[in-house]
Nanobody, 118 residues
Framework: VQLVESGGGLVQPGGSLRLSCTAS????????ANWYRRAPGKEREVVVH????????TYADSVKGRFTISRDNAKNAMYLQMNSLKSEDTAVYFC????????????WGQGTQVTVSS
């Protein structure tokens, strides 16, 4: 299983970015998936959790109304659209999927840096 994030970068406050997470070795449509982030000096936190369907999605309060998760089953990818970015959104963002075989096994991408600064 391999997850590869892309789309990070430097953006001004109020700007937008779209992160992508492309999977191989696992079908993202079959399992719940998450976006996490780790800001400098802080613990990793979950940004958004998507269940088996996009209807079962939970956002962190800090991003609610600004971030949107989506999934493209044909491309085996998921996305994080981030709007109205703030300096406090600066972090390394990771996609995560938990796969069940005989137990739950977490898989992570390598992360993509998002920096919000003027």
């Amino acid at each position: 299983v391999q997850l590869v994030e892309s789309g990070g970068g430097l953006v001004q406050p109020g700007g937008s970015l779209r992160l992508s997470c492309t999977a191989s070795g696992v079908s993202l449509s079959r399992y719940p998936a998450n976006w996490y982030r780790r800001a400098p000096g802080k613990e990793r936190e979950v940004v958004v959790h998507m269940g088996y369907t996009e209807d079962s999605t939970t956002y962190a309060d800090s991003v609610k109304g600004r971030f949107t998760i989506s999934r493209d089953n044909a491309k085996n990818a998921m996305y994080l659209q981030m709007n109205s970015l703030k300096s406090e959104d600066t972090a390394v963002y990771f996609c995560n999927v938990n796969v069940f075989t005989d137990k739950w096994v977490p898989y992570w991408g390598q992360g993509t840096q998002v920096t919000v600064s003027s």
